[in-house]
């Protein structure tokens, strides 16, 4: 139910929040002068969030019941957002190699999981928190320290009806699969990693809560077919996402199945909890997301100003997916056939931070799902991964990315790079119908080309990509390294890693 709650209520609510907040960063100003060591800095870093997330727990225990905050959507006055230029930059073109963004690169050899019954053919979804690594991949979640050093895995997934094609890279999904396990939406604060876990027999949906510092025991250990409502993994409930109505699923069919990339599912992000007290989830139709308490109550939503206008055709085609990324505990995303990137600020705020200049190249969702619709001369904005200092984007012109429009080569991938000093976006000088380049060419040591997603940036900006000892192997007996007039020591420095490696060894290759 939602109350009509005055004018001035709301007021009150907004500036206490927004008290709590000034006279924190005037306190953290102050404190932050005293600070010597890292350690120190993380201390009271986790020290400020503490009192955020309390003093947001006393404000909200003060609404009355089914109060709801309207969304507000303006931008910061102190940090307006910034206009990316794409129609007036399509000329401005750039032989750019991977020197050009950093300026070393660091290889880390994880050892492999003690767990014969997990495969090993797969990439992992990097996690970089402030001392420790996650990986995580369909298989399950495991901890590391930043060497790569083995700890503990925290849940082991329980899989059926879902197979890795390894050869072309897909997850094939039957109709009917099942999973008892986590996901790989992870995310971070302090010592403190958040997963999302589901039992897809009883219907179970969980934000759970590992302390990575402290050696905890499975909640339920080992899987018994006898009770089904066992959680599998390590931690603490933080949100119960059924919020006590937990019902099994009806059975489904067995026909039919979909498939989708790693990359692809390492990019979703479909529950977020930004602290505490409360959770974000993806909605459909006219709203966007949503923030909600704990316990399920409803306290914003955002609207979703794209929409449809009677359109009657049966058939749609997916153009503009959008996308979200975590980083530094803060949700950013851009939805499909949207024009600007936001923040989200707790609890109903959405602030731009970027802001596409498409012009005439625009595509509206009228326009982009329309089957019938020419995209000739239009642009769709694809990826999108921000560092300290730049923005890694992609963006197809001419028509939507698909297998079918690259196998008959009338899509066009371009690659542009967007500096966050200069505000000037060049394109990477390279064929865009050659949809393998290696982009961008790595120059620093010869070795894997960098070109990174979203969920790929880690919290200081470093680029993690995953790659196998297979990957290093191949790359050492290209022609692209031969000829790479990377420094000869590095070169061969790469080499011997690779010659010291298996096929399986899972590699993290960290870009700064």
């Known amino acids: ?60 225990a003060k609404l009355p019941k089914g109060f709801r905050f309207e969304e507000q959507r303006k931008a910061d006055l102190q940090r307006p957002p910034v206009v990316i230029n794409i129609a007036e ?57 930043k060497d790569g050093k083995f700890v503990r895995t925290i849940v082991k997934n329980q899989l059926t009806g879902v197979n890795y094609d390894e050869k072309n890279n897909r997850l094939i999904f039957w109709n009917d699969y099942t999973l008892i396990g986590g996901g790989t939406s992870v995310w971070g604060r302090g010592n403190s990693l958040f997963y999302t876990y589901n039992n897809f027999v009883s219907g179970e949906r969980y934000i759970m809560e590992y302390d990575c510092s402290k050696e905890q025991t499975i909640l339920n ?54 602290e505490r007290n409360t959770y974000m989830s993806r909605l459909g139709g006219n709203r966007m997301w949503g923030v909600f308490t704990n316990q399920g109550d409803t306290l914003a939503t955002f609207a979703k100003l794209e929409q449809l206008k009677n359109y009657t055709k049966s058939l749609t085609r997916g153009t503009d997916y959008g996308f979200q990324y975590e980083n530094r505990g803060n949700l950013y995303f851009r939805t499909d056939f949207n024009d600007t990137v936001f923040q989200f600020v707790p609890p109903n705020r959405i602030v731009p931070l970027y802001v596409f200049n498409l012009g005439q190249y625009k595509v509206t969702k009228q326009e982009g799902v329309d089957p019938d619709v020419n995209l000739d001369g239009k642009i769709l904005p694809q990826d999108w991964a921000e560092t300290k200092n730049y923005i890694f984007m992609t963006f197809t012109k001419d028509n939507y990315d698909c297998p079918n429009n690259r196998k008959n080569k009338s ?19 390279s064929d865009p119908f050659d949809y393998e380049a290696p982009i961008l060419v790595n120059n620093i040591d010869g070795g894997y080309p960098v070109w990174p997603l979203s969920y790929q940036v880690a919290s200081n900006g470093e680029i993690m990509l995953s790659l196998k000892g297979s990957d290093l192997k191949t790359q050492v007996k290209s022609s692209g390294f031969q000829k790479s007039a990377a420094p000869a020591d590095k070169k061969e420095k790469l080499k011997q890693l690779a010659i010291s490696v298996s096929d399986l060894d899972d590699i993290l290759m960290i870009v700064q």
């Open 1 to 60: 139910m939602k109350y009509n709650v005055s004018i001035f209520f709301l007021l009150i609510i907004l500036v206490i929040l927004s008290c709590n907040r000034n006279r924190l960063k005037t306190d953290e100003k102050e404190l932050t002068k005293q600070i010597l060591t890292e350690e120190e800095l993380l201390a009271h870093e986790s020290s400020l969030r503490e009192q955020r997330e309390k003093q947001l727990a006393d404000s909200l």
């Open 221 to 274: 250990i080992g899987f018994e077919p006898e009770n089904k409502n066992q959680i599998t993994g390590l931690g603490k409930v933080q949100v119960d996402l059924n919020h006590g109505k937990t019902t099994p699923p009806p059975p489904r069919k067995h026909q039919g199945m979909w498939s989708t990339n790693p990359e692809g599912m390492y990019e979703q992000l479909g529950n977020f909890s930004p």
């Open 411 to 429: 899509v066009k991938i371009y690659h542009a790079l967007f500096s966050k000093s200069s505000h000037q976006m060049q394109i990477v000088k």
């Open 89 to 145: 930059s399509l000329e401005n073109i750039a032989e750019l190699k991977l020197s050009d963004v950093a300026t070393d690169i660091k290889y880390i050899r994880l050892e492999p999981v003690p767990d014969a019954d997990l495969p090993r053919n797969q990439r992992y979804k990097f996690y970089l928190m402030d001392n420790h690594l996650i990986a995580a991949n369909l298989y399950g979640i495991h901890q590391y320290t």
